[in-house]
């Protein structure tokens, strides 16, 4: 089946400060990738989903000026947690659609926010 | 409200031993459905996917059933292993005239003790 990769697998940053995570389809284009977050013992949770080439479209209650979602190109899409605090500590994973709307998740990014 | 609720929460057996998780659904417009196993700190990982017209699939010693009438599903695990421990995530694809959202279950940890 189609990968998906993210970087990094985990990440520690200090309170506000900001941080970029990656999510790449590796052997597919992805013209539509989606972001979760994951909080312990829970089920993902849908934050925004990411279209190359336009804006992301947020899910209610997810500040878009606090993630940032990027998808410049058809293998590439970025989340970045801006002013990072501990309450954004949490597990975030990326999915991609293929070209037959099959989803493929990548194998998360944990972030830890001091 | 489209919602897929799954039981039990958590469930501990011993290894060799079989189990069946459950999954219930209210989704419309139904598109398929999906079981996925997500081992900690890791993505969730496709173990099968049936549409309407299918009642049963299995892959290995995974074996789902689905009940479209009662929006129904099990998933049934056969002699367990210790690295069946993980948890067991139901989705539902909801159909959409461009491409699919999907529902997420709250999961079903399971631990397989030696």
């Known amino acids: 089946g189609a990968v998906v990769s993210q970087h990094p697998s985990w990440v520690i940053c200090k309170s506000g400060t900001s941080v970029k995570i990656e999510c790449r389809s590796l052997?597919?284009?992805?013209?539509?990738m989606f972001w979760y977050r994951q909080f312990p013992k829970q089920s993902l949770m849908l934050m925004a989903t990411s279209n190359e080439g336009s804006k992301a479209t947020y899910e209610q209650g997810v500040e878009k000026d606090k993630f940032l979602i990027n998808h410049a190109s058809l293998t590439l899409s970025t989340l970045t947690v801006t002013s990072a605090h501990p309450e954004d500590s949490s597990f975030y994973i990326c999915?991609?659609?293929?070209?037959?709307?099959?989803?493929?998740f990548g194998p998360g990014t944990r972030l830890t926010v001091t | 409200k489209n919602q897929v609720e799954q039981s039990p929460q958590s469930l501990i057996i011993l290894e060799g031993k079989n189990c069946t998780l459950q999954?219930?659904?209210?989704?419309?417009?139904?598109?398929?459905l999906r079981w996925y196993k997500q081992d900690t700190g890791r993505g969730p990982v496709s173990l099968t996917i049936m549409t309407f017209s299918e009642n049963t699939k299995s892959n290995g010693r995974y074996t789902a059933t689905l009940d479209a009438d009662t929006k129904q599903s099990s998933l049934h695990i056969t002699a367990s292993q210790l690295s069946d421990s993980a948890s067991y995530i139901c989705?539902?694809?909801?159909?959409?005239?461009?491409?699919?959202?999907?529902?997420f279950g709250a999961g079903t940890i399971l631990r397989v003790k030696s």
């Open positions: 052997d597919f284009q992805a013209t539509t």
């Open positions: 989705v539902v694809s909801v159909g959409m005239e461009y491409g699919n959202k999907l529902v």
């Open positions: 999915s991609a659609w293929d070209r037959s709307y099959e989803q493929y």
């Open positions: 999954c219930n659904y209210t989704v419309s417009p139904f598109s398929n």
